[in-house]
């Protein structure tokens, strides 16, 4: 990507975009605070949508940092004129509410950064958005951050995008790496990610057995169409698979006709930073890691529509299939068969293909598990609900749709919903890991405990519970595998530990430290020449 003329004009269309979404968090709280609630908030303590900070008599540096966070992430509240001793760990202590001096003057001090360009780059808040609370006897700001759209983010400070962008996590606020940025400003595109010349793949490199098996199946869908009598590279082109570069007059693949009909090799070469991985863990004996697995081995293309091809079969042949006829056609095809399918589907056209990452699908005894690289354009809540559909890849999408994978625009995922509902099985957990640049979507084929807790998980209400619970269990996992690799290589550095998470080496130092402080490792030595140690507790 050529990225100055890019962040130009993203710069441009930040500040001329309407906001329109605020987020459920937002709309739940709606900017009018009590005491009570933030006596109610802060007994929860600091979290993903809360920052308390030491505010007398002039704004924290750092409130930005967590403007810049909240709004590239889930939105979220900072209460100036608190302080938090993260190293108590009596609830009750932990917070000191000290209040501001002159309240009106730090908003006004506030307003003016906010609607500083040389600042942060786009103002999000409204007048509502900020305001003064008495907590017990003194004044607090509250400042409420929305979340921003995926037309407006990053949002970042001080001119520069690659150095003072931040997101949050259940730990703080942290700089964004370069490919978190860069993929941000990718989603900020409206056309999408596929539509991308690949230049000097032509179609030599599409694989015509694979393109025919993708015409027939047109075909079939499509029988009257007059691209049914178009020559390969015409009806490719008509797909948005091939396209002309304006300038040059050159003709090219784009990324969506590449991943999609390319040749293994060509795929390959291009996108060296993507897997694709299907792997069967069902009916395991003993140490078997898997019973059946789909990855590239020689023997097959490994383009996007030969993965799903194969893949699919594989998913669904254990789902359940009444037997039903309509006329003299036995009719097998369930709900659930077509919820994996567009689970499938969706895991390819919203992922980020440009990123380091793997398209991954896990058989289980009792679930299926869709990995893909990248992070969600809208929030998780609008996701469930449905009625919006911000594909990455547009191209993929439509090529996909027009031999009958994917649902209308916004339904397909209240169609897995609406699925797993009617087998009263536990809701779909979407899971967004920033940690690791990617989203996973868990199908799990065991019922709901109680109808109760059906009733509640099909309404929605526990959606922003689910995103902190989901952030929460990844930061637990890179923790454990963290003292692991300590216990087994005491001179492991920091960034050999990022570099096998594929976590960035400031989210590592911020648990490895964390760890330090909760007894679980420590250091021996210098920085250089030392060594970590695994502090074992007594049994």
Not at 146 to 164: E, G, H, Q, W
Not at 360 to 366: H, L, R, Y
Not at 492 to 503: F, H, P, Y
Request: aromatic content about 8%; proline content about 4%.
């Amino acid at each position: 990507m050529n990225f100055k003329p890019f962040c130009c004009q993203l710069k441009e269309k930040i500040c001329t975009c309407h906001i329109f979404f605020v987020s459920l968090h937002a709309f739940l709280i709606y900017f009018m605070l009590t005491t009570t609630e933030i006596h109610q908030f802060l007994e929860q303590g600091e979290r993903l949508t809360l920052e308390c900070k030491r505010c007398e008599t002039k704004l924290p540096n750092s409130l930005w940092d967590t403007y810049s966070a909240f709004a590239n992430s889930y939105g979220g509240t900072i209460l100036l004129g608190i302080e938090e001793h993260r190293e108590e760990t009596d609830s009750s202590k932990r917070f000191t509410i000290q209040g501001v001096a002159n309240p009106d003057k730090l908003i006004t001090d506030f307003w003016n950064l906010a609607n500083d360009p040389n600042k942060v780059n786009v103002n999000l808040l409204k007048d509502d958005d900020v305001q003064i609370v008495q907590v017990d006897g003194v004044n607090v700001i509250a400042i409420h951050v929305p979340r921003a759209d995926y037309m407006t983010r990053p949002v970042f400070l001080n001119n520069n995008p690659l150095k003072a962008t931040f997101r949050r996590n259940h730990e703080g606020d942290y700089h964004c790496s370069d490919a978190e940025v860069r993929m941000m400003m990718r989603d900020a595109n409206p056309d999408g990610n596929d539509r991308m010349l690949i230049e000097y793949y032509t179609m030599d490199d599409i694989d015509i057995p694979t393109l025919d098996r993708y015409r027939m199946l047109f075909k079939i869908d499509n029988p009257d169409h007059v691209w049914n009598n178009l020559s390969h590279e015409d009806f490719l082109r008509q797909l948005g698979g091939l396209a002309t570069d304006r300038v040059t007059g050159k003709e090219w693949l784009t990324m969506a006709g590449l991943l999609m009909f390319g040749k293994g090799l060509p795929v390959r070469d291009r996108f060296d930073n993507l897997r694709m991985d299907y792997i069967d863990r069902t009916d395991l004996i003993g140490d078997q890691r898997y019973s059946d697995r789909l990855t590239y081995d020689g023997t097959w293309e490994n383009n996007l529509f030969n993965f799903m091809r194969t893949v699919l079969p594989r998913l669904t042949r254990d789902l359940p299939r009444p037997f039903a006829m309509e006329g003299m056609q036995r009719m097998d095809d369930t709900a659930q068969h077509k919820a994996v399918r567009e689970a499938m589907t969706n895991a390819i056209i919203h992922a980020d293909f440009v990123t380091n990452g793997i398209l991954k699908v896990e058989k289980f005894d009792d679930a299926f598990v869709f990995t893909n690289p990248g992070l969600l354009k809208l929030p998780v809540e609008q996701i469930y609900a449905g009625g919006e559909s911000k594909a990455r890849n547009q191209r993929m999408q439509n090529m996909l749709r027009m031999i009958g994978y994917g649902e209308n625009i916004g339904s397909g995922f209240p169609l897995i919903l609406n699925a797993w509902n009617e087998k009263h099985w536990v809701k779909p957990e979407l899971i967004e890991q920033p940690e690791l640049l990617q989203v996973k979507l868990k199908l799990s084929i065991v019922n709901s405990d109680t109808p109760e807790e059906r009733d509640q998980k099909s309404s929605g209400k526990s959606v922003q519970k689910s995103v902190q619970k989901s952030t929460q269990k990844s930061v637990q996992k890179s923790t454990q595998k963290i003292v692991e690799f300590v216990r087994e290589n005491p001179r492991i550095t920091t960034q050999e530990i990022a570099n096998i998470l594929g976590i960035n080496r400031s989210v590592v130092a911020r648990h490895i430290k964390n760890l330090q402080a909760q007894g679980v490792i420590r250091r021996v030595g210098p920085d250089k020449g030392g060594h970590w140690e695994v502090i074992e507790k007594e049994k």
